[in-house]
């Protein structure tokens, strides 16, 4: 039973249009999400992260929008760029607990045409 | 500083030989985990540490040992290696939570092992 779940393997978009990548989750207990960029042949590095006290985050072109009582997040890339295609991987852990022991979901591939 | 360093980068292996994965970090950060990330699924959790001298199983423990002597050094350690092992081996570690917000993870750069 997967508990975090991003149910679109892929998304393409066209540069300076806006990416939405999203992902849900089934636990109740976790109240800390984070995303990762992950390039080729890397490690992934973290983006950004929502806990659940708050329903959305900004950093620069990326926003994190949660939806507890839909347990659903999504992230926002405004505006796209080629440099953003990458994997990404939305992860979920407790504060409870720590980062350490997150669970991650599958993926989206983003592929940003110039 | 260097982050986290893994060694080697890839190894391949025949069934049955047992190796060490090693993982490293300059930050200070108590945390430490190892992920395997096959492919198109996302990363699992196989061993982590919450400070040297302790460590705990994650989600798909089985054939791996881990132990946690210093606060910089993780290894990996794989029994018997079987092809179903076969996978990109992440570690990563994160400073320690106060309890408010958890912290971000910092990867390595992976380990990719086949194993024949």
């Known amino acids: 039973d997967q508990q975090v779940k991003q149910n679109s393997p892929s998304l393409s978009v066209q540069e300076g249009r806006i990416s939405i990548l999203n992902c849900d989750y089934t636990?109740?207990?976790?109240?800390?999400f984070l995303w990762y960029k992950k390039y080729p042949a890397e490690g992934p590095t973290f983006l950004i992260s929502i806990s659940s006290i708050k329903d959305k985050n900004e950093d620069g072109r990326f926003t994190v929008f949660l939806n507890k009582s839909a347990k659903h997040l999504s992230l926002h890339i405004v505006p796209s760029q080629p440099g953003d295609s990458a994997v990404y991987f939305c992860a979920a852990t407790s504060i409870n607990t720590n980062a350490g022991k997150s669970t991650f979901g599958d993926g989206t591939t983003l592929t940003v045409k110039p | 500083n260097a982050g986290v360093t893994q060694t080697p980068k890839f190894q391949v292996l025949k069934t049955g030989q047992s190796m060490t994965l090693q993982c490293a970090q300059d930050m200070n950060h108590e945390y430490m985990s190892w992920y395997r990330q096959d492919p198109g699924m996302g990363l699992r959790l196989i061993h982590y540490s919450v400070g040297a001298g302790i460590t705990d199983q994650g989600e798909v423990p089985n054939g791996y040992n881990v132990s946690r002597s210093t606060t910089e050094d993780f290894p990996l350690r794989l029994l018997s290696a079987a092809p179903s092992q076969t996978s990109v081996y992440f570690c990563a570690s994160s400073p320690y939570s106060q309890g408010r917000e958890s912290n971000e993870q910092y990867f390595g750069p992976g380990t990719r092992l086949t194993v024949t």
């Open positions: 636990n109740s207990m976790f109240d800390y």
